[in-house]
C-alpha cells in the first residue's frame, strides 16, 4: 500500500460512510494514530480539516464538502485520495467508535 497521511483517511472515510459528520470521522482518525480515544477532543481535534475559518488550505471544498450542515460528501477531486486499501480499517475504526459513543 503507498504512504497515506490524513487527507486520504478522511475522503477513504467520506467514501465509506458518505453524509458522515466531521466529529465521526476526527475520532475515527484519532483513534487510527492513537489506539484509543483518550484525551480525544469533541470540538477541538483536527478540526481544521473540516471548517473554513481555522483551515489555511482549503481542504472544505477541495477534497469534500458539506451540502447539510456538517454532514460530508466527497468531490470529484476528493475520489481521487481514497485508497481502497484503508477501507477495511476504517470499518473497524468506525463501529469501535460506534460501540464507544452508544456507551459513553
Not at 497521511?5 to 483513534?31: E, K, Q, S, V, W
Not at 471544498?61 to 481502497?84: A, E
Request: with cysteine; aromatic share 14%; glycine share 10%.
Amino acid at each position: 500500500m503507498k504512504k497515506t497521511n490524513n487527507i486520504n483517511f478522511i475522503a477513504t472515510y467520506i467514501f465509506c460512510f458518505p453524509g458522515c459528520c466531521g466529529a465521526d470521522i476526527r475520532r475515527a482518525l484519532y483513534l487510527s494514530k492513537h489506539g484509543n480515544l483518550d484525551g480525544f477532543s469533541e470540538r477541538g481535534w483536527a478540526v481544521s480539516y473540516f471548517y473554513g475559518r481555522k483551515n489555511h488550505r482549503g481542504y472544505p471544498n477541495k477534497y469534500w464538502q458539506s451540502p447539510k450542515r456538517g454532514k460530508w460528501i466527497l468531490t470529484p477531486k476528493g475520489l481521487d485520495k481514497v485508497i481502497p486499501e484503508m477501507m477495511e480499517n476504517i470499518k473497524k475504526y468506525q463501529k469501535i467508535c460506534a460501540e464507544i459513543k452508544s456507551i459513553g
